[in-house]
């Protein structure tokens, strides 16, 4: 008989690469993930894991079971929702992963509010600019900025006319000049963000015509977080070129000035992804709705 215990360990050992990162997610020993994992394999009578000093992967067995695995948890965790008493009202734990800049300084606030609202829900919030694997991490939804193409997860819009805005300190503009066009851009310090070894120096923005422009420039301070371009462009440090979303709450503060306000930016819709539509459990069905609705006010 396959336990529910050994089965999430797998599929969590498969997720995190490694006996000990599985072990520490749960609370347990190294040693008592491979005694599950070992108790799993003799009740399949396969290998699911390729085991070395150095390394751990998994068998091509390993590779044809794991889906099964976690459609497996997903429908008995389905189940278990279901359960719950309708008025017993929200509850259980929800994991959301979001942009770092955008999840610090806007969402922070918005699922604080949502979760006084409906305080049976345990909120686990994971910040980072790498984007989240909705199917190998231990989240529930992510927040993303872009559009989706993949057709593997779904994706529901939040902010579908969300664009990128150009933005700087008034101390910035006092002490260097305001530009007057794209190509002046050339002339002022421009903070970059990098993501993966890539530095973004090249803007794209969308002329009369809708054509895509797009304008190289240069800049001696670079971040991998965009939280911290946001806050050098607070600083005065010089020009960022940010989500709206982002920059919003310090536009309307006075922290920082919109600049060629008449051009328009590159577009960035934000949207709510999540693996699979049966994971539109009603608490994300309603967080979904809380968020679209905090996106339209800004």
């Not at 686990?124 to 600019?129: G, P, Q, V, Y």
């Not at 309307?252 to 049966?278: F, T, Y």
Request: net charge positive.
């Amino acid at each position: 008989m396959v336990r529910f215990d050994d089965l999430n360990l797998f599929v969590r050992t498969a997720a995190l690469g490694s006996f000990s990162n599985a072990a520490r997610e749960v609370d347990l020993l190294p040693g008592q993930v491979s005694a599950a994992i070992k108790r799993l394999e003799a009740e399949l009578g396969i290998r699911l894991f390729a085991r070395s000093t150095r390394s751990l992967r998994l068998t091509p067995e390993g590779e044809v079971y794991l889906p099964s695995a976690r459609q497996a948890l997903e429908a008995l965790r389905e189940g278990q929702e279901r359960l719950r008493p309708a008025q017993a009202g929200l509850s259980g734990v929800l994991q959301v992963a979001a942009p770092s800049d955008l999840g610090r300084n806007i969402v922070l606030d918005w699922l604080s509010a949502f979760r006084h609202e409906h305080p049976q829900i345990t909120l686990r919030l994971f910040l980072s600019d790498q984007v989240a694997d909705v199917f190998r991490e231990p989240i529930d939804i992510a927040l993303r900025y872009g559009r989706m193409d993949d057709a593997s997860f779904v994706a529901m819009p939040l902010a579908p006319d969300n664009r990128r805005v150009l933005v700087a300190a008034p101390a910035y503009l006092a002490r260097q000049g305001r530009p007057q066009t794209l190509q002046q851009l050339a002339q002022h310090a421009c903070l970059l963000y990098l993501l993966k070894g890539r530095v973004y120096d090249k803007w794209a923005f969308v002329d009369g015509a809708g054509a895509s422009q797009t304008i190289a420039v240069s800049g001696h301070l670079l971040s991998d977080d965009a939280d911290v371009v946001r806050r050098w462009a607070v600083a005065g440090e010089g020009i960022a070129y940010k989500s709206w979303l982002d920059v919003s709450k310090d536009v309307r503060a006075g922290r920082l000035e919109v600049i060629l306000p008449q051009v328009l930016g590159d577009s960035v819709p934000l949207q709510l992804v999540c693996p699979h539509r049966r994971q539109f459990s009603p608490i994300v069905q309603l967080l979904y709705r809380w968020l679209k609705d905090q996106c339209a006010a800004l």
